[in-house]
């Protein structure tokens, strides 16, 4: 008995009722929108998906790693929903993700290209304190053991969100209350250089905050997107042993980076990924007749840091 959307139940939904949502554009001629992923997004989609409008857009930002697994989910969502292709623009982390999503519309627009360089995160000039930093929760995933052999190093926890917890390797500093921006951002700039150590998740927004602050990565291998802005200046990829992320970081420690420069090939290379965002919407205007908008200008206009907003949309009011 074939399967229907009825009995489908995806492996992962967002869990409250604020999630990440925007209405970033609504016409007479279409409207569009920016949404995370497909199969979180079931719940709604599964209760409003037959008001959608043959106009109606969707962005889809990734904001963890879509593997072959998460292309398969997708398909048969888009299958069981009836949903159409030519209405959902993808925005893959890496030309892994694009691989796997092989038959959707979309292009590698790496979502740490929404990061706002004008705001908090840059070089301060600050002496070096620590050989490493590591801003991360303490999440099992994250594989702060990794870093054991690391001498000098800071840790900057933030929030668990109830995931497992990961034991803590020996450091020089570890926060113990919640720090602003402004205090990460200082301590990043104390550092010669930023861990990344998990396997798996999205771009993460810390890889690209070291960079912007001028400060070089030291990361494992990895799948979700962060590793398309590393190159062999700013970055080194070490094995996931505690042996070779002491001797990246040691390295790091030997062989300073110039901060301006990092930070400027981070710049352009988010700028290189926002002109593509920009093509794909204007694109879009063209489509659907809208003559009185620059797309250019209505991409600055609209900009904000990280392009998203997490709030509980009133599903009725917009669909209904």
Known sequence: MAETKHDYKPSYVWPNPAFPFRVYYDGPECRIFIIENIRNNWNWMYEWHERFRPTDIFFVYSGWYQSVGGAKDTEKIFRLLGLRKENFFF????PLEQKNFDGFQGAVINHNAWLDENLVMKPLGLAKEYDAIYVARR???KRHELAAK???LALVAGINHG???APLPPYRYLNDTQLTPDQVCEMINKA???????ETEGACFASSEYLLCGVPVVSTPSYGGRDVWYNAYNSIIADPTPEAIAEAVE???RWPRNPARIRQMHI???????????????????RFGVTSIDADKYFKDTFF?????SYVPDFKKIFG
């Open 163 to 165: 995931n497992a917890e």
């Open 268 to 286: 352009d290379q988010a700028h290189g990924y926002r002109r593509e965002f920009i093509k794909a919407l204007d694109g879009i205007f063209k």
């Open 251 to 253: 390295e790091m420690v």
């Open 150 to 152: 690391v001498g000098n």
């Open 305 to 309: 840091h990280k392009l998203r907003k």
């Open 192 to 198: 010669s250089c930023g861990l990344i150590m998990s």
């Open 91 to 94: 925005m893959f982390n890496s």
């Open 139 to 141: 999440s099992a995933f």
